[in-house]
């Protein structure tokens, strides 16, 4: 463990980044603001509007007497702006809660909008040399790689693993150090995709190099696997008139007015002849609609025909025909509502 923080403070020294806009201060704002803009968004993208925003916003208190718009507004093009919002937020409560002075523990910069666990830590570290965990997405890659943690990161089993085993991880000294060069060879040596082992100062242990599981680690979200059921629905078409059908009273769409339903892989012609009494010509199909219900996805196969000879003797109850442009208003599912727009708009 020891070993980890010494080559990496080592490393930091020698060949980490040490002249950054929000680097060589210790005004926990200026580091806060930095903190906040690099969340979700590269360094190189941030840099400008970093500088931007600190020239306009120097302080907590130029920055909790500006309006909100004019924050959004130099925030604009950087993205997620909750984050700007909680930015601001959080000045006017260091102005009413520390008149103005920026909060000094953890705990207390941790209870501001917008400030996680990870983000107050390397405010800590980077303005009063506490000694304090960071684990944000790139430290979280470091850390799955080099000690071989399987699961995905954000699941709270597994991030409660990682934060105790970066605590574990913590120097005696140089905690600045160390931490930046977590930060540091997260975001360019062990990247994403392609890193870059061969330069990594903890290469010798690392566990994802050794084993070959570089591309596994950290282990990617379970993606939810919903199933997938496939129906035809007949656009039957008179003139202006299209056939709409009232669902039955329970299952999907239950009572509301749709196009009739037809299995995949049944004669459409055969299902109009038969149970909607309607001699039909074949037209085109139309592109498929897809619907996501809570447990299973619905692909639907717009089918239209054209109606030639209606057989009065089979039923008509729960049809009715309808001007194309009323059936749009009718009680319909959203999906089929979409099909009909589409049909109308031709
Ligand atoms: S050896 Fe490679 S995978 Fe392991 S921590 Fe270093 S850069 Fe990341």
Redesign the pocket.
């Known amino acids: 463990m020891a070993e980890f923080s010494q080559r990496l403070i080592q490393w930091q020294q020698l060949h980490g980044r040490h002249s950054l806009p929000w680097q060589n201060t210790q005004d926990p704002y200026a580091i806060w603001v930095s903190e906040i803009m690099l969340q979700q968004t590269q360094v190189v993208a941030v840099i400008p509007y970093y500088q931007r925003f600190m020239s306009r916003f120097p302080d907590v208190a130029s920055l909790a007497q500006a309006d909100e718009d004019e924050v959004l507004r130099h925030w604009s093009g950087l993205g997620y702006y909750s984050r700007a919002r909680n930015l601001h937020t959080a000045a006017l409560a260091i102005m009413q809660q520390y008149q103005g002075e920026f909060p000094q523990t953890h705990e207390k910069i941790n209870a501001l909008p917008g400030i996680g666990r990870s983000t107050a830590s390397a405010i800590t570290v980077f303005a009063y040399g506490q000694t304090q965990t960071i684990l944000d997405g790139n430290v979280k890659r470091?850390l799955t790689?080099?000690f071989g943690i399987e699961g995905w990161p954000s699941q709270p089993a597994v991030e409660k693993r990682l934060w105790k085993l970066a605590e574990s991880l913590l120097p005696k000294a140089d905690i600045q150090c160390y931490t930046q060069g977590l930060m540091d060879?997260g975001a360019t040596?062990?990247t994403r995709s392609k890193?870059?082992?061969d330069k990594?100062p903890?290469?010798e242990n690392?566990v994802?190099?050794k084993k070959s599981r570089?591309t596994q680690l950290p282990t990617p979200k379970q993606r939810k696997i919903i199933p997938e059921r496939e129906i035809v629905m007949l656009i039957l078409l008179a003139a202006n008139e299209i056939l709409l059908e009232k669902r039955p009273p329970s299952g999907i769409w239950g009572g509301l007015w749709s196009l009739p339903e037809v299995a995949m892989g049944e004669d459409v012609q055969l299902v109009a002849r038969q149970r909607l009494g309607l001699e039909t010509k074949l037209l085109p199909t139309l592109p498929i609609v897809t619907h996501t219900f809570t447990h299973f996805r619905l692909r639907i196969t717009p089918q239209p025909l054209k109606m030639l000879k209606m057989r009065p003797e089979v039923r008509q109850s729960g049809l009715v025909w309808l001007d194309k442009e009323d059936a749009i208003d009718a009680a319909l599912p959203a999906p089929i509502r979409k099909i009909l727009l589409g049909i109308a708009a031709n």
Request: hydrophobic letters at 40%.
């Open positions: 470091v790689r080099c060879l040596l062990c890193p870059q082992c990594c903890v290469r690392c994802a190099r570089i």
